[in-house]
C-alpha cells in the first residue's frame, strides 16, 4: 500500500451541491494530482498541483478548483455538481521532476444524485 | 496533447497462458511508459515501468516492450494466474513540462481457472 491517504472514502451528494475531497501525499512528494475515473474508464487527469499553485489541467471545467498546502496535502472542490460527476476521484502523489512514478490514493466514491 | 490507445478491451486466456495487452501513443517526445493493474474497487498500482532508453524490461512474469519507432508498447504476462485477473492500463506523460498521465482505455483480463 502506498501512504497516500484520501477522504471521505464515500460520499452522496444532491445535483447542484458543493462537495470537496481531501488527499494527503505520501511523505517526500511535493506534487498531487487530482484524476476522475467513470466507471468502466481509465482514470482522466483533472489538474496537478506543485507548490501550491495549479501547475497543468485537463479538460475539465472552472467548477472544478483545487488547493494545496505547505504539508502538500490537496483538496479537491467541485462547485454545482452534475449527475455526470459521479465517480471515483483519484489523487496520486508524486516528486517533482521528469516521469517520476505516481503513487495513487484508494480515491473516493462521488455519488450524485 | 497525448492520445493513448490501447488493445484489446477485454481478454480471457486459460491459467497458465501468456497475455498480450498493446498501446499505441501520438506523443513522439514521451518517453516513459508505465502500466497500472486495478483490481476491482481499489486504487490503480504500478507493476512496471518502461523509459525510452530500453527496448524490454522483464520482472518476474511480467514483461514490458517498447518500439519508440512505431510508437507502440506492450505488456506481456506469461505463466498467468487467477489474481492477475484484472483490469490493466497503460500511461504516458504528455512531454508538456508537467506530470498529466494520459491512461488507455483499459484491458479487462481474465484468467480461467
Known amino acids: 500500500e502506498t501512504g497516500v491517504t484520501q477522504s471521505p472514502t464515500h460520499l452522496i451528494k444532491t445535483r447542484g451541491q458543493q462537495v470537496t475531497l481531501r488527499c494527503s501525499s505520501q511523505?517526500?512528494?511535493?506534487?498531487v494530482s487530482w484524476y476522475q475515473q467513470a466507471l468502466g474508464q481509465g482514470p482522466q487527469f483533472i489538474f496537478q498541483?506543485?507548490?501550491?499553485?495549479?501547475?497543468g489541467r485537463g479538460n475539465f471545467p472552472p467548477r472544478f478548483s483545487g488547493l494545496q498546502f505547505p504539508n502538500y496535502s490537496s483538496e479537491l472542490n467541485v462547485n454545482a455538481l452534475e449527475l455526470d460527476d459521479s465517480a471515483l476521484y483519484l489523487c496520486?502523489?508524486?516528486?517533482?521532476?521528469?516521469?517520476?512514478?505516481?503513487?495513487f490514493g484508494p480515491g473516493t466514491r462521488l455519488t450524485v444524485l | 496533447g497525448e492520445n493513448v490507445e490501447q488493445h484489446p478491451s477485454t481478454l480471457s486466456v486459460q491459467e497458465g497462458d501468456s497475455a498480450v495487452i498493446k498501446c499505441t501513443y501520438s506523443?513522439?517526445?514521451?518517453?516513459?511508459f508505465p502500466w497500472y493493474k486495478q483490481e476491482l474497487g481499489k486504487r490503480p498500482q504500478l507493476i512496471i515501468d518502461?523509459?525510452?532508453?530500453?527496448g524490454e524490461k522483464k520482472d518476474q512474469r511480467i514483461a514490458v516492450t517498447l518500439n519508440k519507432t512505431a510508437k507502440h508498447f506492450s505488456l506481456h504476462i506469461t505463466e498467468t494466474q487467477p489474481e492477475d485477473s484484472a483490469v490493466y492500463f497503460c500511461?504516458?506523460?504528455?512531454?508538456?513540462?508537467?506530470?498529466?498521465?494520459?491512461f488507455g482505455t483499459g484491458t479487462k483480463l481474465q484468467v480461467i481457472p
Open positions: 506523443d513522439s517526445a514521451s518517453n516513459y
Open positions: 498541483y506543485y507548490r501550491e499553485e495549479e501547475n
Open positions: 496520486a502523489s508524486s516528486l517533482r521532476g521528469v516521469n517520476n512514478e505516481q503513487f
Open positions: 511523505s517526500g512528494h511535493n506534487t
Open positions: 500511461a504516458t506523460p504528455d512531454s508538456g513540462g508537467y506530470q498529466k498521465v494520459t
Open positions: 518502461i523509459r525510452s532508453n530500453v
